[in-house]
């Protein structure tokens, strides 16, 4: 009885879709987070009689036929880069990014990272750089001595030092964007990295074309809508106890089977 293993790809795909959808209600207060969505397909057919095959020598063919599915599988994990809502912080160094757009990030290692979490501080030698001390790109140092920051639209970081009235460039903030946001592979700590399926990332001023721009003393918030969640948590959790329902039902029906004299 083929309904017992379907039921049971059923019953996995049900158990994936809770655990991204608890992913994205963990996260609701995660800065710059994007939700995630499960998307799944339907298995290979078995078929009992092929559509379109001849069903007489007078040349008649069969118009419907008979498939039975396999299943469901899982066919990926859709990662939704919409926009976030903006969290006014009143900190200088939080920045928000209004459109497309990516911070760029240098790790210990070396390597590239990418993040939308604005939420960055000073290292012990003034530069800019994320809660975990990770270097924000282009390198930009605040001069010790310096009374205020302002960080405009199109990334210019302007500094007013002690006993002057003029402020002072001292660095312009890039953003990166790429072809595919969602094909973008996360890392953990707010950060992603770039893949073969993003495509090569592309460095610009905030507020050029396709880039967007910055908003100062506010971070993105996360685009997890609870009320959506949770109604996507109770569809997932009805899904599994039919699909669980079918197995009990399928395993009554065999034993009336291997009861019978």
Same mark, same amino acid.
């Given at each position: 009885?083929?309904?017992?293993?379907?039921?049971?790809?059923?019953?996995?795909?049900?158990?994936?879709?809770?655990?991204?959808?608890?992913?994205?209600?963990?996260?609701?207060?995660?800065?710059?987070?994007?939700?995630?969505?499960?998307?799944?397909?339907?298995?290979?057919?078995?078929?009992?009689?092929?559509?379109?095959?001849?069903?007489?020598?007078?040349?008649?063919?069969?118009?419907?036929?008979?498939?039975? =599915?396999?299943?469901?599988?899982?066919?990926?994990? %859709?990662?939704?880069?919409?926009?976030?809502?903006?969290?006014? #912080?009143? $900190? !200088?160094?939080?920045?928000?990014?209004?459109g497309n757009g990516f911070f760029h990030i240098q790790m210990p290692n070396g390597d590239d990272a990418y993040t939308r979490a604005g939420n960055f501080n000073r290292s012990p030698d003034g530069q800019l750089v994320t809660s975990d001390g990770y270097v924000l790109q282009p390198g930009i140092t605040i001069p010790e001595g310096a009374t205020s920051i302002s960080i405009n639209a199109t990334g210019d970081v302007e500094v007013t030092l002690d006993g002057q009235t003029t402020p002072t460039t001292v660095g312009?903030?890039?953003?990166?964007?790429?072809?595919?946001?969602? =094909?973008?592979?996360?890392?953990?700590?707010?950060? %992603?990295?770039?893949?073969?399926?993003?495509?090569?990332?592309? #460095?610009? $001023? !905030?507020?050029?074309?396709?880039?967007?721009?910055?908003?100062?003393?506010?971070?993105?918030?996360?685009?997890?809508?609870?009320?959506?969640?949770?109604?996507?948590?109770?569809?997932?959790?009805?899904?599994?106890?039919?699909?669980?329902?079918?197995?009990?039902?399928?395993?009554?029906?065999?034993?009336?089977?291997?009861?019978?004299?």
């Amino acid at each position: 009885m083929q309904s017992l293993s379907i039921a049971s790809t059923g019953m996995l795909a049900q158990q994936l879709n809770v655990e991204v959808i608890s992913n994205n209600i963990a996260n609701m207060s995660t800065s710059g987070f994007k939700r995630q969505r499960a998307e799944f397909q339907d298995l290979i057919y078995q078929d009992l009689r092929r559509v379109g095959s001849s069903s007489s020598d007078a040349g008649t063919v069969v118009p419907t036929g008979i498939q039975i =599915g396999m299943g469901v599988q899982t066919g990926s994990v %859709y990662r939704v880069m919409s926009q976030g809502n903006f969290n006014n #912080t009143e $900190n !200088p160094l939080d920045l928000a990014i209004q459109g497309n757009g990516f911070f760029h990030i240098q790790m210990p290692n070396g390597d590239d990272a990418y993040t939308r979490a604005g939420n960055f501080n000073r290292s012990p030698d003034g530069q800019l750089v994320t809660s975990d001390g990770y270097v924000l790109q282009p390198g930009i140092t605040i001069p010790e001595g310096a009374t205020s920051i302002s960080i405009n639209a199109t990334g210019d970081v302007e500094v007013t030092l002690d006993g002057q009235t003029t402020p002072t460039t001292v660095g312009t903030i890039n953003l990166t964007i790429f072809q595919n946001d969602a =094909g973008l592979t996360p890392i953990g700590d707010n950060l %992603y990295m770039e893949t073969v399926a993003s495509g090569s990332g592309s #460095t610009g $001023n !905030p507020g050029g074309t396709g880039y967007g721009s910055l908003l100062q003393g506010y971070l993105e918030t996360s685009n997890v809508d609870s009320v959506a969640e949770i109604t996507s948590l109770i569809t997932a959790q009805r899904a599994y106890e039919m699909n669980s329902k079918v197995i009990t039902t399928s395993d009554e029906m065999m034993s009336v089977t291997s009861n019978l004299r």
